[in-house]
T-cell receptor, first 113, second 115 residues
């Protein structure tokens, strides 16, 4: 079954404690990206990757890092989380070509206290 | 730059009423795709429809219908005879050919259907 797996689903952490949210896909998709969802703002892109070792900033990259060492994995790293990073995070993948079709992970609800 | 606007933050209706969710987009591309997603209280994103810029035919799927009008840059979504299970946040999104696979979302509309 084609899927995007995000872990964990829920996470409560403290300010400054490094954390990683994992994203893995089994569809051999070129394109992977991370979004955060906040009330009234919709989903905003944090980082994206067009292929292995190719990553770029989205609209709200501050405070986040990513890596794409393998095609299937695209972890989101918060080196020093702060309360304003409390949000719902989604990983998404796409074939990278027309027609665009997107597959989303189930989401990670992160709370930073 | 691509932009999507969903001006209706919240809509509340009574069951069996029809409801239309508005979506207005901005793009300079001639080739682009428009999407609607549903986010139920459980939080996952459920894909509803994708429409490319060259296909302005309206689409109907059961109680759902979509009206795409390039002249007004709108892609509105209508639910006929709404049900309580339709209660969710609905997102409209846009992807341009020149932006690669970047997907830009609107702010979302919270629909509440009351029994």
């Amino acid at each position: 079954e084609a899927q995007v797996t995000q872990n964990p689903r829920y996470l409560i952490t403290v300010t400054g404690k490094k954390l990683t949210v994992t994203c893995s896909q089994n569809m051999n998709h070129e394109y992977m990206s991370w979004y955060r969802q906040d009330p009234g703002l919709g989903l905003r892109q944090i980082y994206y990757s067009m292929n292995v070792e190719v990553t770029d900033k989205g609209d709200v990259p501050e405070g986040y890092k990513v890596s794409r060492k393998e095609k299937r994995n695209f972890p989101l790293i918060l080196e020093s989380p702060s309360p304003n990073q409390t949000s719902l995070y989604f990983c998404a993948t796409s074939t990278g070509g027309l027609p665009y079709g997107y597959t989303f992970g189930s989401g990670t609800r992160l709370t930073v206290v | 730059a691509q932009k999507v606007t969903q001006a209706q933050t919240e809509i509340s209706v009574v069951e069996k009423e029809d409801v239309t969710l508005d979506c207005v987009y901005e793009t300079r591309d001639t080739t682009y795709y428009l999407f609607w997603y549903k986010q139920p209280p459980s939080g996952e994103l459920v894909f509803l429809i994708r429409r490319n810029s060259f296909d302005e035919q309206n689409e109907i799927s059961g109680r759902y219908s979509w009206n795409f009008q390039k002249s007004t840059s709108s892609f509105n979504f209508t639910i006929t005879a709404s049900q309580v299970v339709d209660s969710a946040v609905y997102f409209c999104a846009l992807s341009e050919e020149t932006s690669g696979s970047r997907l830009t979302f609107g702010e979302g509309t919270q629909l509440t259907v009351n029994p």
